[in-house]
T-cell receptor, first 116, second 113 residues
Framework: NAGVTQTPKFQVLKTGQSMTLQCAQD?????MYWYRQDPGMGLRLIYY???????DKGEVPNGYNVSRLNKREFSLRLESAAPSQTSVYFC???????????????FGNGTRLTVT | AQSVTQLGSHVSVSEGALVLLRCNYS??????LFWYVQYPNQGLQLLLK??????LVKGINGFEAEFKKSETSFHLTKPSAHMSDAAEYFC???????????FGSGTRLLVRP
């Protein structure tokens, strides 16, 4: 019962390098999300995908791109990493909200990224 | 835009004491409200959620939260703290028509023996 799986768990990049964070869920959820967590700031939404084939910006999208590869997978790409992107990144998924949008999010265990 | 404020970045209680973690939201229409818990080096886990109906919501691990529309609050409580409750707690809000779940800045709960 894997739920939401994120890879890698840890990553160190140099400024200007690129990388892709991978996320996959096995709960047949339509909606997927990428958040970043920084001390004292809670979680901030980077991008989300309401359903396969759609993506939308969240609160802090600058410097990131996403791809909803299929229903299971939602990747986050940093094209040119900056020290300000040092953070813990969480992927999440939820059932189709339908009417009401009250479905909770299910989170992966995070990717800890350091940019030097 | 929706927002949520958690008062107190750190709360310290003795084992067996009452736990009270505060959360206030800004919205003219009552939104959907959630409390999540995060243990070290893990993702977030749902504690409880408020949708509509009963204002007192019971969650896992003995936690509960009361929705007060007049105070725009959704405070989390537990009658008796256990050492295992030490973690970071996040309040989150989602409006009736949005996919976006907005989180507060979190409150770290410390439980003293």
């Amino acid at each position: 019962n894997a739920g939401v799986t994120q890879t890698p768990k840890f990553q160190v990049l140099k400024t200007g390098q690129s990388m892709t964070l991978q996320c996959a869920q096995d709960m047949n959820h339509n909606s997927m999300y990428w958040y970043r967590q920084d001390p004292g700031m809670g979680l901030r939404l980077i991008y989300y995908s309401a359903s396969e084939g759609t993506t939308d910006k969240g609160e802090v999208p600058n410097g990131y791109n996403v791809s909803r590869l299929n229903k299971r997978e939602f990747s986050l790409r940093l094209e040119s990493a900056a020290p300000s992107q040092t953070s813990v990144y969480f992927c999440a998924s939820s059932e189709d909200p339908g009417q009401g949008y009250n479905a909770p999010l299910h989170f992966g265990n995070g990717t800890r990224l350091t940019v030097t | 835009a929706q927002s949520v404020t958690q008062l107190g970045s750190h709360v310290s209680v003795s084992e067996g004491a009452l736990v009270l973690l505060r959360c206030n939201y800004s919205s003219s229409v009552p939104p959907y409200l959630f409390w999540y818990v995060q243990y070290p080096n893990q993702g977030l886990q749902l504690l409880l959620k408020y949708t509509t109906g009963a204002t007192l919501v019971k969650g896992i691990n003995g936690f509960e939260a009361e929705f007060k529309k007049s105070e725009t609050s959704f405070h989390l409580t537990k009658p008796s703290a256990h050492m295992s409750d030490a973690a970071e707690y996040f309040c989150a809000v989602r409006s009736w028509s949005s996919y976006k779940l907005i989180f507060g800045s979190g409150t770290r709960l410390l439980v003293r023996p």
